[in-house]
């Protein structure tokens, strides 16, 4: 099978990565939960790859990176840890679902919302980020890429804006962590929300958000935490704050492993690789009857998706018909983007989306783009 879904979680992951996994399950006691060997192991562990992701990230204290299953748990942890009834948010159509409902329910129980539009060819149009502003406006929440498209923000546009407007900066780093540069000093971001089982290259049930010093989140989840036993309430300190149970020291030995092999590698250099293939595979396809791909190609920075359909199929079946008669793996449906969908007109037939990862080949993606090109053929009346 050529996988081509590295969106929806990379695969394989890296070497050392299950090794590391296995070895921690093997000996690890509770991080947090004990003074003998096996909890400090797990401690010491927990504590260096929290140190590592900070600096990754361009978060001044290790102490505000918090650890979550995903990046859904953490941008829960963000939106509704600092926003509330009486507040107006701006965010965009590209978000996933893990922004989007988060912030309806959110507008249910009265805070304002507004979206940035996806134009043309699916641009945002930056230029209504103005007019957008309320007098009770306080974040801007938004994806840093379109799992849909493969389509970047202006990281730096973005950030200047909230700046200039004393707003708060909420980034989905889903689509981007591990493999883009990000910086929240340099680039005005208050929370920075990842996953580490995409483009971190680490094992699923990892995850977490980075907060500025000064951003005051509510907790999401209280219990336990192992330390001040006799509050009531869920302790203050940074990260235990937002650190309620027992965290996967097992999964987070195995992102540690995750960053050797991109530092070992190079973040740039992996990134340049999928990129490269991205392109490969859409210079070959964009021109074939029938196809449509969607997103901003005009850029050179992009994440390694590229998302097509072809003449009126369903995009589910000519997904079926990739995987078992080529065996190409990749994603079709609705995404969990539906703002977007519906920005694209692709509402009802999905769209059939391919990501690339770090260990695919050239010769995997002309396989891939053969496929596609041949049931474009299939598909002309």
């Not at 998706?305 to 997904?319: F, H, K």
Request: charged share 20%.
């Amino acid at each position: 099978m050529i996988y081509l879904d590295n969106a929806a979680t990379t695969r394989p992951k890296p070497p050392g990565v299950a090794e590391a996994v296995a070895e921690a399950m093997a000996s690890y006691g509770n991080s947090g939960r004990g003074v003998h060997d096996n909890a400090l192991s797990a401690a010491r562990t927990v504590y260096g790859v929290r140190q590592r992701l900070a600096e990754w990230f361009g978060c001044p204290r290790a102490d505000h990176v918090a650890f979550t299953p995903n990046s859904t748990a953490a941008l829960n942890i963000a939106i509704n840890g600092l926003l509330g009834p009486g507040d107006h948010v701006i965010s965009t159509d590209w978000e996933h679902n893990s922004v989007l409902r988060p912030l309806y329910r959110l507008r249910e129980q009265g805070m304002g919302l507004d979206f940035l539009p996806a134009g043309g060819g699916g641009r945002l149009d930056y230029g209504e980020l103005e007019g957008l502003l309320r007098p009770n406006t306080k974040a801007v929440v938004c994806t840093h890429a379109s799992n849909l498209t493969g389509d970047v923000v202006d990281l730096e546009r973005i950030g200047a804006f909230a700046r200039r407007h004393g707003l708060l900066f909420i980034l989905d780093a889903s689509q981007t962590a591990g493999t883009f540069p990000i910086d929240m000093e340099a680039q005005g971001i208050d929370v920075v929300c990842f996953t580490g089982h995409k483009s971190l290259l680490g094992p699923q049930g990892t995850g977490g958000l980075c907060v500025r010093e000064g951003v005051e989140v509510r907790p999401l989840l209280t219990g336990g935490t192992g330390v001040q036993s006799f509050l009531e309430t869920q302790p203050e300190e940074w990260p235990t704050r937002l650190e309620a149970g027992t965290l996967n020291s097992h999964g987070i030995a195995g992102l540690g492993a995750a960053l050797d092999y991109l530092e070992r590698r190079g973040r740039d250099a992996v990134r340049a690789h999928e990129q490269g293939l991205a392109k490969r595979f859409y210079e070959a396809v964009r021109d074939l009857p029938g196809v449509t791909v969607y997103g901003d190609f005009t850029r050179e920075e992009r994440a390694p998706i590229v998302t097509l359909n072809i003449g009126a199929l369903d995009s589910s079946e000519v997904s079926d018909e990739l995987a078992e008669r080529f065996r190409v793996a990749t994603r079709p449906g609705a995404h969990c983007a539906p703002r977007f969908h519906r920005r694209l007109g692709t509402g009802e037939q999905g769209a059939v989306r391919f990501s690339w990862g770090w260990a695919n080949t050239e010769a995997e993606t002309d396989t891939a783009a053969a496929a596609v090109r041949a049931l474009a053929l299939e598909a002309r009346p």
